[in-house]
């Protein structure tokens, strides 16, 4: 069975572009989280989604967003990046079946903002 | 915002030692998981801990749920060089589905 998969695996932008990212969740698995790992802050939940829908939302402002599509793959987007932005992104699929809480990650994507 | 303690930092092995790292936290988890890094990858699922007490194993590894679901720990044993990485646990809070809070990580290095 095919893991996690993102796409792309490294991003370069400049201040105050937008970024949207992609993550396609291993077969048969429906929820779907992202997280933003900087060496200052560790890994940090950004949000997750379930059957389309947005669940549960971390502490992060309005320029951070996503979707899940019906096919259950996500995307993330970020509206006018910030050099602060800059950081390894992280999705995770998990089957989320009764008490199974197992997420599995993908590689994540390396963005870069100058 | 939620917290998890995680010690120690860091840690230099040499291959046949035990290595042992813990994190513990004010919030009762529900599930307690494991992973391990490396460089310009995604974290790797290590160990699923789900019970209260519940010691479960993978191979050298072995971590546990801590009685009062506050803290948990993992075990390597006769550690070997390819261990090297970073090793973060994770902790799930009831009601909070896709939301794992982390600790900050242990680098395990190897004894120059």
């Given amino acids: ?71 259950s793959r996500s995307e993330m987007n970020v509206s006018t990046l910030e050099l602060g932005d800059s950081a390894l992104y992280l999705c995770a699929s998990s089957l989320d ?3 199974n809480n197992e997420q599995f990650f993908g590689p994540g994507t390396r963005l870069t903002v100058l | 915002g939620q917290q998890l ?13 035990d290595v042992s790292m813990n994190c513990t936290s004010s919030s009762i988890f529900n599930t307690w998981l494991w992973y391990k890094q490396d460089p310009g990858e995604g974290p790797v699922l290590l160990i699923a801990l789900y019970k209260a007490g519940e010691l479960t194993s993978n191979g050298r590894l072995t971590a546990q749920f801590g009685i009062t679901r506050k803290d948990s720990f993992l075990n390597i044993s006769a550690s070997i060089p390819s261990d090297v990485g970073i090793y973060f646990c994770a902790g799930q809070l009831r009601g909070s589905q896709g939301n794992l809070i982390f600790g900050k990580g242990t680098k395990l290095s190897v004894k120059p």
């Fill in chain 1, 1 to 71: 069975k095919a893991g996690v998969t993102q796409t792309p695996r490294y991003l370069i932008k400049t201040r105050g572009q937008q970024v949207t990212l992609s993550c396609s969740p291993i077969s048969g698995h429906r929820s779907v989280s992202w997280y933003q790992q900087t060496p200052g802050q560790g890994l940090q939940f950004l949000f997750e989604y379930f059957s389309e829908t947005q669940r549960n939302k971390g502490n992060f402002p309005g320029r951070f967003s996503g979707r899940q599509f019906s096919n």
């Fill in chain 1, 97 to 99: 079946r009764g008490a």
């Fill in chain 2, 5 to 17: 303690n995680q010690s120690p930092q860091s840690m230099f092995i040499q291959e046949g030692e």
